[in-house]
């Protein structure tokens, strides 16, 4: 089965962080055990913990990542993510 790895980059006190994660987690609870769906592994980074991130995305957080490769940023919309997801299963 392949993988994949999201990664949520953001910050504490975020909104849009917050607002991300919640899409995040919907995303993955709707393709957890459907069929041609990757297993998902979901880590959350802080820019204020890794001064590498918080260079490259100071100005545009929350940053989600699959496998290492930006998705999108600011406002992730659920169906986009969705659709990365499956392409990647």
């Known amino acids: 089965m392949t993988t994949a790895r999201i990664t949520l980059v953001g910050k504490p006190g975020c909104h849009l962080c917050d607002d991300a994660r919640d899409v995040v987690g919907a995303v993955v609870g709707e393709l957890t055990d459907q069929p041609g769906a990757p297993r998902i592994e979901?880590?959350?980074?802080?820019?204020?913990?890794?001064?590498?991130?918080?260079?490259?995305?100071?100005?545009?957080?929350?940053?989600?990542?699959?496998?290492?490769?930006?998705?999108?940023?600011?406002?992730?919309?659920?169906?986009?993510?969705?659709?990365?997801?499956?392409?990647?299963?």
């Open 42 to 89: 979901v880590e959350e980074k802080s820019i204020l913990e890794d001064a590498a991130l918080h260079e490259r995305f100071v100005e545009e957080i929350p940053v989600v990542l699959i496998n290492d490769r930006v998705h999108n940023y600011w406002r992730i919309d659920p169906a986009r993510l969705r659709a990365a997801l499956l392409a990647v299963g």
